[in-house]
């Protein structure tokens, strides 16, 4: 399968505790970007990485909140001190490199908190 | 604020009838815009993309953009049960880093 993988599919956490969420871009693309669907709302843009550097984290809450795209592996969208408002689902997209093109995206990732 | 505006239905048909389905955005910056699929608890499906002013075919599907009046749209011909889904339109930030969503326009065709 050479779609965008996201594991795991879902997750549960209790208060206080980190979430890592892991997203394998399509083969042959290399720009990962990540979105956050809270309940009954639209797609947020969190952030967008290229390989080894942060692109664009305006999306991204101040606290708590970190992404990374390592060289070797698959881009981690990590959570920490998880509150009942990350509550989500959180999507990966990936695009082969053109800023402007077209993304595609991941199965997801649905975080319940409890 | 960017944003991306969308009835947000439902939008009922019948069978076989056509769909239109608009999007208007506030960036005049703006340069590719998308529409998604997305069913109930799934994920986002990329279904169409327009880069210029005018029409683009793609099977049952036809995009139109105008970007004199920040006007996007969805026509689906020869609606099906399977096309009930939430649609989302999407369009580029101006620095191209990242997708600005509308709120989806939800679609229920019946047979």
């Known amino acids: 399968n050479a779609g965008v993988m996201q594991n795991p599919r879902h997750l549960v956490r209790r208060r206080g505790q980190e979430a890592r969420l892991r997203c394998s871009p399509m083969k042959g693309h290399s720009h990962v970007y990540w979105y956050r669907q809270l309940p009954e709302e639209g797609l947020k843009f969190m952030v967008y990485l290229q390989k080894e550097n942060i692109i664009d984290e305006s999306g991204m809450p101040k606290e708590r909140f970190s992404a990374e795209f390592p060289k070797e592996g698959p881009s981690i969208l990590r959570i920490q001190q998880v509150v009942r408002g990350d509550s989500a689902a959180y999507f990966c997209a990936s695009s082969p490199g053109d800023v402007f093109g077209e993304q595609y995206f991941g199965p997801g990732t649905r975080l319940t908190v409890t | 604020q960017k944003e991306v505006e969308q009835n947000s239905g439902p939008l009922s048909v019948p069978e076989g009838a056509i769909a239109s389905l608009n999007c208007t955005y506030s960036?005049?910056?703006?340069?590719?815009f998308f529409w998604y699929r997305q069913y109930s608890g799934k994920s986002p499906e990329l279904i169409m993309s327009?880069?210029?002013?005018g029409d683009k075919e793609d099977g049952r599907f036809t995009a139109q953009l105008n970007k004199a009046s920040q006007y996007v749209s969805l026509l689906i011909r020869d609606s099906q049960p399977s096309d009930s889904a939430t649609y989302l339109c999407a369009v580029n930030n101006q620095a191209g880093t990242a997708l600005i969503f509308g709120k989806g326009t939800t679609l229920s065709v019946s047979s």
């Open positions: 327009i880069y210029s002013n």
């Open positions: 960036d005049r910056g703006s340069q590719s």
